[in-house]
């Protein structure tokens, strides 16, 4: 029979773990800003690039899932240790999944990159792009310093992601009823923004988990948003 990690050891192995998971969430908010900076600047080799790039992510997230599951096989940890343990398995799975949501959007980049750009909705994709960005961001940096407050502050406002999700959904409806030229690219910019909602639900996730790290307790109020459009739609339909 295995013997158990030494305590000192355990902790070490777990902070290095949580570590892990802070470097992982730096290369995904990396992967959503060079995504949408693909399809702003039209730029091929940026979004080449970061579709190659989503397989490190991928291999991070298996590897974390790898330790956190030894750990807490080899020695039954605390209740506070077992929970930040999964924990890290949690993050790592939702920010594999940003990972892939950014990659789809540079794949649709990619196809963008041949026609005439929709001009009149590239702004309000780059907005959205950063506001995603910046909400993963500061969702991660509540978990690095273990800030139940700064990442509840990103949970209440999720639903600012979605009214800019709506506004653009129902920008380009309008602009491809109008223009028919702009039904094919405006359809990828419509899976684009859903991507960035998502993704932006993601950041919200990652509140959650947060949240129970800490407390061992599941929120027991809904999140604040009911999207017209989502009312009706199962959560975390990949794109």
């Known amino acids: ?93 939702n920010l594999e999944r940003c990972g892939d949501l950014a990659r789809n959007i540079a794949k649709r980049s990619l196809v963008l990159s041949g026609s005439d750009p929709v001009l009149p909705l590239m702004s309000a994709i780059q907005r959205m792009g950063r506001l995603v960005a910046a909400r993963l961001r500061e969702v991660l940096d509540a978990y690095a310093a273990q800030e139940m407050d700064a990442a509840m502050a990103v949970w209440r406002r999720d639903e600012e992601v979605d009214e800019h999700y709506e506004s653009i959904f129902r920008e380009l409806l309008t602009l491809m009823a109008n223009e028919p030229d702009t039904v094919a690219p405006g359809a990828h910019l419509l899976f684009i923004a859903k991507n960035l909602e998502r993704i932006g639900d993601h950041a919200t996730n990652i509140a959650e988990i947060l949240h129970f790290q800490l407390t061992g307790e599941e929120l027991s109020q809904p999140r604040p948003k009911v999207s017209l459009l989502e009312a009706d739609r199962p959560r975390d339909t990949p794109q």
Not at 32 to 48: F, G, I, K, S, T
């Open 1 to 93: 029979m295995a013997q158990p990690i030494p305590k000192s050891s355990y902790a070490a192995e777990l902070r290095a773990l949580v570590a892990e998971v802070i470097r992982m969430g730096g290369l995904a908010e990396a992967q959503v800003v060079d995504a949408v900076d693909a399809v702003v600047r039209r730029d091929v080799p940026l979004a080449q690039a970061l579709i190659v790039r989503d397989l490190r992510l991928d291999d991070m997230q298996a590897d974390i899932e790898r330790r956190a599951l030894s750990l807490i096989a080899d020695q039954g940890p605390s209740d506070e240790d077992l929970r930040r343990a999964v924990s890290t398995m949690k993050l790592a799975m």
